[in-house]
């Protein structure tokens, strides 16, 4: 994407910390009552991946050409990987 432009390396990055950060909740949420340290430390995780989303939002991320169907080919390349991880 960066050779895509600046606009479509921030959609890049938006789409990545946007699924990224719905792993970490749904981890945080899975560990809130087992674990609440843990639970505690992830939660700070996604609240990094959500300032990095909102930056790449502000820098433009939207405007970047083809951001609908980027956006989409990313988010799936993303929860894919972590699908595989998780099997690991």
Do not use: N
Not at 27 to 55: G, I, M, N, Y
């Amino acid at each position: 994407t960066a050779l895509m432009g600046e606009k479509a390396a921030h959609a890049c990055t938006e789409a990545v910390e946007s699924v990224i950060e719905q792993h970490y909740a749904d981890q945080v949420a899975e560990l809130a009552e087992r674990e609440p340290e843990l639970a505690a430390e992830l939660s700070r995780f996604r609240d990094e991946e959500l300032a990095h989303k909102t930056l790449a939002i502000d820098e433009g991320a939207h405007g970047a050409p083809g951001y609908g169907l980027l956006s989409a080919v990313i988010r799936a390349g993303c929860r894919t990987a972590i699908k595989i991880s998780e099997k690991v």
